[in-house]
């Protein structure tokens, strides 16, 4: 299991940074709405597996708007989307005329998995919009944690951070995440180009950057985790070896990547230039 994780690992990151950094916006656009429709495709997988319905084709047309907005920039797309959500598929799930007990339950699920998949998607497309620099930082965040939060958790864990819902996962792991991340949070401020600020000023705003993001990752991770246990499975899917599936590694930045795009937007002077 271990080997097949870093092999997996091994042969996705350098295709996914290569595109990232050297490739236009549309093709890092294309790979996100890729690995994000599959995540959909997997939660929806677990929504059904509930007894609840699932409109799995309008699920898709709006997912695909909303990534669009982003995309193109449009706010106005943007709002239309995530209200069409709102709208559009409680009215689906109404006139496919379930048994009562499903309605709510039909309804609230598949809504928020498409928010839920749609809003980190197109925090992903918006952040590269920026510049390839602060996809990378995030990547590097969660990617660090994740890996410091594994091999920590498995040498020295001894406390559970949350047994009931994730029974491998400890504080200490949990605090070898959170090091990690200010750790590569502070080098990348200082190697990534048009990192603004005095070499000490983006030191210390990187830590303070990749410590926040790599709690809301940890956060991300057990969220999907409760998703995961309502539905007595242990992994979304299959695709990734020794990963589970793609719902399964997408998690912690699915939840980070709209923090960190709304921190941007609210403190612009950490923007790279």
């Given at each position: 299991m271990r080997r097949a994780r870093e092999l997996t690992a091994?042969?996705?990151?350098?295709?996914?940074?290569?595109?990232?950094?050297?490739?236009?916006?549309?093709?890092?656009?294309?790979?996100?709405?890729?690995?994000?429709?599959?995540?959909?495709?997997?939660?929806?997988?677990?929504?059904?597996?509930?007894?609840?319905?699932?409109?799995?084709?309008?699920?898709?047309v709006l997912f695909a708007a909303i990534l669009a907005g982003?995309?193109?920039?449009?706010?106005?797309?943007?709002?239309?989307?995530?209200?069409?959500?709102?709208?559009?598929?409680?009215?689906?799930?109404?006139?496919?005329?379930?048994?009562?007990?499903?309605?709510?339950?039909?309804?609230?699920?598949?809504?928020?998995?498409?928010?839920?998949?749609?809003?980190?998607?197109?925090?992903?497309?918006?952040?590269?919009?920026?510049?390839?620099?602060?996809?990378?930082?995030?990547?590097?965040?969660?990617?660090?944690?994740?890996?410091?939060?594994?091999?920590?958790?498995?040498?020295?864990?001894?406390?559970?951070?949350?047994?009931?819902?994730?029974?491998?996962?400890?504080?200490?792991?949990?605090?070898?995440?959170?090091?990690?991340?200010?750790?590569?949070?502070?080098?990348?401020?200082?190697?990534?180009?048009?990192?603004?600020?005095?070499?000490a000023m983006a030191a210390a705003s990187g830590a303070l950057?990749?410590?926040?993001?790599?709690?809301?990752?940890?956060?991300?991770?057990?969220?999907?985790?409760?998703?995961?246990?309502?539905?007595?499975?242990?992994?979304?899917?299959?695709?990734?070896?020794?990963?589970?599936?793609?719902?399964?590694?997408?998690?912690?930045?699915?939840?980070?990547?709209?923090?960190?795009?709304?921190?941007?937007?609210?403190?612009?002077?950490?923007?790279?230039?």
């Amino acid at each position: 299991m271990r080997r097949a994780r870093e092999l997996t690992a091994a042969v996705l990151m350098p295709l996914v940074l290569s595109l990232l950094v050297w490739g236009p916006l549309w093709s890092w656009a294309l790979l996100v709405g890729l690995a994000c429709g599959a995540a959909l495709w997997e939660f929806q997988d677990l929504v059904r597996a509930s007894g609840w319905l699932a409109p799995r084709a309008l699920s898709f047309v709006l997912f695909a708007a909303i990534l669009a907005g982003a995309y193109l920039g449009s706010a106005p797309l943007l709002v239309a989307a995530a209200g069409g959500v709102l709208v559009a598929l409680p009215t689906a799930i109404l006139l496919a005329a379930p048994k009562e007990p499903v309605w709510l339950g039909s309804a609230a699920a598949t809504s928020f998995a498409t928010l839920y998949v749609g809003a980190g998607g197109a925090a992903m497309i918006a952040l590269r919009g920026i510049g390839w620099e602060t996809v990378l930082f995030l990547l590097a965040i969660v990617w660090a944690g994740d890996s410091a939060a594994y091999y920590v958790g498995t040498r020295f864990g001894r406390r559970k951070l949350a047994p009931v819902v994730s029974p491998k996962k400890s504080w200490e792991g949990f605090w070898g995440q959170v090091v990690a991340g200010a750790v590569f949070g502070a080098i990348l401020a200082l190697v990534l180009p048009r990192v603004p600020g005095t070499p000490a000023m983006a030191a210390a705003s990187g830590a303070l950057l990749g410590a926040v993001l790599s709690v809301v990752a940890v956060v991300g991770d057990l969220v999907e985790s409760t998703f995961k246990r309502s539905c007595a499975v242990k992994d979304s899917g299959a695709l990734l070896p020794g990963h589970g599936g793609l719902l399964d590694r997408l998690d912690s930045l699915l939840y980070a990547s709209p923090v960190f795009y709304g921190i941007l937007a609210l403190l612009p002077e950490l923007r790279p230039r």
